[in-house]
């Protein structure tokens, strides 16, 4: 057995860890500052916190300015998000057109129309109805200006037909074909046929 003596294990202890290292930090030496000196030490340390504060606020002016870029480009984003789903749709309704094209075509023929089974005719007008209700919640609405003035942003015109009295003058008669807008653009122009009075 070995036997210390109480100079030997002093020696032994463990280094010291500097678990604060800012602590280490010196502001101003240690010598004795007066006067003049005094002065210009804090003159010196009221500059650089003067250089700090301002850097510190730059520093935080751009943070800001970066932060809101972000939101904005992130509010952007989701409304260019919104507008594309709104439309992309837009492919698709346009080939479901024609068969609502169908439907008014076999009911605008009223003659053909009422000599099919009363029964069956409800069927297909049920169909219609769900097929339609369906279009407009995903935005499709339907364009029919019969009986409104002509407007040339929205109609298409097909055919003039002679009037004899001026208040028909420009008054959509007839509706050809129906039109569409979706989510308020509109998609496909109504075909109609206009008064003409000479």
Same mark, same amino acid.
């Given at each position: 057995?070995?036997?210390?003596?109480?100079?030997?294990?002093?020696?032994? &202890?463990? *280094?010291?860890?500097?678990?604060? !290292?800012?602590?280490?930090?010196?502001?101003?030496?240690? &010598?004795?500052?007066?006067?003049?000196?005094?002065?210009?030490?804090?003159?010196?340390?009221?500059?650089?916190?003067?250089?700090?504060? &301002?850097?510190?606020? /730059?520093?935080?002016?751009?943070?800001?300015?970066?932060?809101?870029?972000?939101?904005? &480009?992130?509010?952007?984003? /989701?409304?260019?998000?919104?507008?594309?789903?709104?439309?992309?749709?837009?492919?698709?309704?346009?080939?479901?057109? !024609?068969?609502?094209?169908? #439907?008014?075509?076999? #009911?605008?023929?009223?003659?053909?129309?009422?000599?099919?089974?009363?029964?069956? +005719?409800?069927?297909?007008?049920?169909?219609?109805?769900?097929?339609?209700?369906?279009?407009?919640?995903?935005?499709?609405?339907?364009?029919? *200006?019969?009986?409104?003035? #002509?407007?040339?942003?929205?109609?298409?015109?097909?055919?003039?037909?002679?009037?004899?009295?001026?208040?028909?003058?420009?008054?959509?008669?007839?509706?050809?074909?129906?039109?569409?807008?979706?989510?308020?653009?509109?998609? +496909? !122009? !109504?075909?109609?046929?206009?008064?003409? #009075?000479?």
């Amino acid at each position: 057995m070995v036997n210390m003596s109480d100079k030997d294990e002093q020696k032994i &202890t463990e *280094p010291e860890v500097d678990t604060d !290292p800012g602590d280490d930090l010196v502001f101003e030496d240690n &010598t004795e500052v007066t006067g003049a000196d005094y002065k210009v030490k804090v003159d010196k340390l009221k500059a650089k916190i003067k250089e700090l504060q &301002t850097k510190n606020h /730059e520093l935080l002016d751009g943070w800001q300015r970066d932060k809101a870029d972000f939101i904005n &480009t992130r509010k952007r984003d /989701e409304e260019g998000k919104k507008e594309f789903l709104k439309f992309a749709k837009a492919d698709i309704i346009s080939e479901v057109i !024609p068969v609502l094209d169908s #439907f008014d075509g076999a #009911f605008k023929n009223k003659e053909a129309w009422e000599k099919v089974d009363k029964n069956w +005719r409800a069927g297909v007008e049920y169909i219609h109805t769900q097929l339609s209700n369906i279009l407009s919640q995903h935005g499709l609405k339907v364009i029919n *200006p019969l009986g409104l003035q #002509f407007d040339s942003t929205r109609d298409e015109a097909i055919e003039n037909i002679k009037v004899d009295s001026k208040e028909e003058e420009g008054k959509i008669l007839d509706v050809v074909q129906l039109g569409y807008e979706l989510n308020g653009k509109e998609i +496909r !122009p !109504p075909k109609v046929r206009v008064g003409h #009075f000479d």
